[in-house]
């Protein structure tokens, strides 16, 4: 019996995507999370636009949502995505912030603009710098092509250089097509993208990504979760990744997350502790459908159930980064022998164990009491390798 089909492909002009994105037609939740190329890796990206050149297919999911909770780029109201983004987000987030010149946060968390140069002589891209800046033959941020208007940039350019520059001789003509050129990439250049079925569950998204992605990155239930929590709870995720951040920066203990063993946790640490925490489940594909509003007993999916789910998470990661519960149950850890982050073998091991920390704080156990517990468990629980592969 031949299988349906369960994608199509469609063909977006630039300028339509970056229209989807602002009004949040396609979910682009993460232009406040850390971006991870560096700029010359979007100076390639422009260049292969402008010389015709493919950038690879994006992947999106239709999702179908009956809630007013995603609140996009470009709008100061909220609205209903129908589609999420797979595969190809620091793609077009590299695309959206310069044609915008939207600020990106950088992976030291600071925010900034990306500037990418243009020579119109030479039609060649590079990463702007201060010479380039001070250069008259370049137009030192492509943001100001896209975002004004072309017949008065062009004779401003053409003017400023003539100013500063009165014995270069060049044709106007080719100057004026070159940038043209390079403005009309938004509606000249389309790009590919697979938009698979609603009806496909996590896991089977997970599988065809693999399969269609040459590198063949494995997309984790994480993934899946952050996505969720950027749709109807970006402050959580700011959170967690606030959480995660200061761990990583000298401070005085116990008035942020640094600590006295030099542990930091990723976002998918701490949502681990989370779950396991707030739902008593280890394995993140049913804390993923939980989060959807499924009711894992009758397998009814409502908003209602969504919203109760939402809120016990929220309760969860309340508990996850208090500071005290942080440094308690660090001071433990440390205590019973693991001096350094690099003596703890097992990541998921050290979050289980702090997940059951905070359990037996909920069930009234005092923090003296579960002490003993907590170390023996997490020193066998190493030992043992009861939680390095499978939570």
């Known amino acids: 019996m031949k299988k349906e089909t369960v994608f199509n492909i469609t063909h977006y002009q630039l300028n339509h995507l970056i229209t989807n994105i602002d009004t949040g037609e396609i979910a682009l939740p993460d232009l406040q999370r850390p971006f991870v190329w560096d700029n010359g890796k979007v100076r390639d990206l422009f260049d292969s636009l402008y010389k015709g050149l493919p950038i690879g297919m994006l992947i999106l999911w239709k999702i179908n949502e009956n809630n007013n909770e995603f609140k996009p780029i470009g709008l100061n ?18 695309l959206y912030a310069v044609i915008t010149g939207s600020k990106i946060i950088d992976k030291d968390y600071k925010h900034k603009q990306i500037k990418i140069a243009y020579n119109p002589f030479e039609e060649v891209f590079e990463v702007q710098n201060v010479s380039i800046e001070n250069d008259p033959l370049w137009i030192s941020n492509i943001t100001d092509i896209f975002k ?4 008065s940039f062009v004779n401003g350019f053409i003017d400023n250089l003539k100013e500063k520059r009165p014995d270069f ?4 003509g080719k100057v004026q097509d070159n940038i043209s050129s390079l403005k009309t990439l938004e509606t000249s250049y389309q790009i590919s993208a697979i938009e698979l079925a609603s009806s496909l569950d996590p896991e089977e998204v997970s599988e065809i990504f693999v399969r269609i992605n040459s590198a063949g990155k ?18 959580g995720k700011d959170e967690f990744e606030n959480f995660s951040y200061e761990a990583k920066k ?31 489940r280890g394995r993140l594909r049913y804390a993923y459908l939980i989060l959807k509003g499924r009711d894992l007993e009758n397998k009814i999916t409502t908003e209602d159930e969504r919203v109760k789910n939402f809120n016990i998470l929220k309760e969860g990661a309340g508990k ?22 690099k003596m703890i073998g097992s ?9 059951l920390y905070l359990l037996g704080l909920k069930y009234g156990l005092k923090h003296n009491e579960l002490k003993s517990t907590i170390a023996r468990w997490f020193v066998f629980g190493i030992l043992t390798h009861r939680y390095t592969s499978s939570p």
């Open 218 to 235: 494995a997309l984790n239930q994480s993934d899946f979760i952050f996505t969720l929590m950027s749709l109807y709870w970006p402050e």
């Open 320 to 341: 996850v980064l208090d500071l005290v519960n942080w440094h308690q149950f660090i001071s433990i850890i440390q205590a019973t022998g693991f001096v350094n982050e």
């Open 77 to 94: 109201k909220k609205t209903t995505p129908s589609k999420l983004i797979i595969d190809g987000q620091q793609r077009l987030t590299a």
């Open 250 to 280: 000298p401070a005085e203990i116990g008035n942020s997350s640094f600590n006295v063993i030099n542990e930091q946790p990723t976002n998918e640490n701490l949502l681990r502790s989370t779950i396991s925490y707030s739902f008593l």
């Open 347 to 355: 990541k998921n091991a050290l979050y289980q164990t702090y997940a």
């Open 148 to 151: 004004g208007n072309l017949f």
């Open 169 to 172: 001789e060049f044709d106007e």
